[in-house]
């Protein structure tokens, strides 16, 4: 199985940054996607970015242009640079591993005040 820890989310003013780490470990081999999913409150869990073992990326339209997503394959983590931060962006944020194995995280959340 894969194992997700996150770490890096807490309380920014609105227009400030954060960045959120993902740690996967387990049986991590092979062609996998990491992605990052949030959840407001009353809200369903939305997609807000993704990279693929090879780097491909892909973006929700309302994070482009202010989040990015990168990995380091050495140490199966994935990285969330947020900036430009909106108090819409408020929610927990969850990790998500795609693959033979698939996981979610436990949550971080990520609050920004106006």
């Known amino acids: 199985q894969v194992q997700l820890v996150e770490s890096g989310g807490g309380l920014v003013q609105a227009g400030g940054s954060l960045r959120l780490s993902c740690a996967a470990s387990g049986r991590t081999s092979g062609f996998n996607v990491m992605g990052w999913y949030r959840q407001a409150p009353g809200n369903q869990r939305e997609f807000v970015a993704h990279?693929?073992?090879?780097?491909?990326?892909s973006y929700a339209d309302s994070v482009k242009g202010r989040f990015t997503i990168s990995r380091d394959n050495a140490k199966n983590t994935v990285y969330l640079q947020m900036n430009s931060l909106k108090p819409e962006d408020t929610a927990v944020y969850y990790c998500r591993w795609l693959g033979p194995y698939n996981a979610w995280g436990q949550g971080t959340q990520v609050t920004v005040s106006s």
């Open positions: 990279i693929t073992s090879g780097g491909g990326t």
